[in-house]
């Protein structure tokens, strides 16, 4: 009975906090009105929030050399790009006005962004992609324009007006480093502050401008194009395809026109390639593996000096483990896939695992069955996952 009711209390807690989080809606109205439909102006979404770092810590983490950082400037009336990653020079002589730095992937340096973007579970892990964090001092920003994808803008430190539109002109400034609009005309607008936050859908037009020094997080969920689908998906494809056999014409008939391809050698390898089929599993493995695949920028540290088996099994049943921050963990009929890579287990695995990916971390259990103590170890060997009492890797 103690655990029904600490479960109830957790689901209760979880309820209300998705209801602060979207401005008194629940999930379920949100997901109706709003999602990938029109944009929706949440005051205090996360009351007393004022950020998880300030401004030279986010230049520092943009200076190290895995960051995937830019530096957006305006000088006279022209826009300026720069890659990172950056040396603290570069930001020497921006001076204090029409600038602003963007760091991707914070959630994969820390912790608190992790914890954050839990809040948003109420979306699929399918469809997230990172949390960007950017620092502008007073009239900054990436001048007006859209995305692909949705975003939740939440404002940390300081003051940020946003004007959005819903227009249709999407008039790019020709010769720009950035998708700017030409035609941007505001049909909005409001100053975000501390712990407010802004949900865009795809595609809705929108500038911000920072009022003073500010920070934003933006939560991100990716919207893959049918097309880059569909290229990735032929990819999968090859490498997982096997066709027996080879070309072959023992009954070769001179051709009048050498240079013409010859009905028979269309017709043979018409039947060869109609032999390539796919179906769901097919399609469910490649999307799994495709979206929990890590950007190419990442890479995974196994430890120096791994314990043997039997401590790890230890360490779990005393304090658990989680997923490495930058670890991406999918689930599909009895597949889980990590990192890029699937693993086929039977039911009890994927029910104990699946925990694992919902949750990002399993508490102190000694209930695990052997395949699944065999995968543990071998993703902690691979860096994929950390014990918890691990204080050197946490």
């Not at 304090?319 to 890029?340: E, P, V």
Request: aromatic content about 10%; charged content about 20%; overall charge negative.
């Amino acid at each position: 009975m103690q655990t029904i009711s600490f479960i109830a209390s957790a689901i209760i807690l979880l309820m209300k906090n998705h209801l602060t989080l979207l401005g008194g809606l629940s999930v379920k109205e949100f997901l109706r009105d709003y999602w990938q439909k029109k944009p929706l102006l949440i005051r205090s979404a996360v009351p007393g929030f004022t950020g998880l770092l300030g401004p030279q810590q986010l230049i520092a983490m943009a200076c190290s050399e895995e960051a995937q950082a830019r530096l957006v400037s305006r000088k006279r009336g022209k826009w300026h790009l720069q890659q990172g990653p950056f040396e603290q020079e570069d930001f020497s002589g921006l001076g204090k006005t029409k600038w602003t730095v963007l760091l991707q992937g914070v959630n994969h340096i820390l912790p608190e962004a992790a914890a954050l973007l839990e809040r948003f579970n109420f979306i699929p892990h399918t469809r997230l992609d990172d949390l960007m964090v950017s620092y502008a001092p007073k009239e900054g920003g990436v001048g007006p324009h859209f995305d692909s994808y949705d975003v939740f803008l939440l404002q940390g430190l300081g003051h940020r007006r946003w004007q959005i539109s819903e227009q249709k002109d999407r008039t790019l400034i020709e010769d720009a480093p950035l998708r700017i609009l030409q035609n941007f005309k505001a049909e909005h607008e409001w100053i975000l502050g501390p712990g407010d936050m802004l949900y865009l859908p795809p595609h809705c037009a929108h500038n911000g401008i920072a009022e003073d020094d500010c920070m934003t997080y933006s939560i991100g969920f990716r919207t893959p194009s049918y097309q880059e689908l569909g290229e990735q998906f032929l990819v999968y494809l090859q490498d997982n395809l096997c066709l027996d056999g080879m070309y072959a014409d023992p009954d070769l008939k001179t051709q009048t026109h050498p240079s013409e391809i010859s009905a028979d050698m269309l017709r043979q390898v018409e039947h060869a390639i109609n032999r390539i089929k796919w179906g769901k599993p097919d399609i469910a493995g490649f999307l799994g593996c495709y979206l929990s695949e890590p950007k190419p920028h990442i890479f995974f540290d196994p430890p120096e000096k791994p314990c043997t088996r039997k401590r790890f099994q230890q360490a779990l049943h005393e304090a658990g483990i989680s997923l490495d921050l930058k670890t991406q963990i999918l689930c599909h009929g009895d597949t889980l896939f990590i990192n890029g890579t699937s693993h086929c287990v039977d039911k009890d695995t994927y029910r104990s695992l699946r925990t694992l990916a919902d949750t990002r971390q399993l508490n102190a259990t000694a209930n695990l069955p052997a395949a699944a103590m065999d995968l543990l170890y071998q993703w902690y060997t691979d860096g994929f996952i950390i014990p918890i009492n691990d204080k050197k890797r946490v």
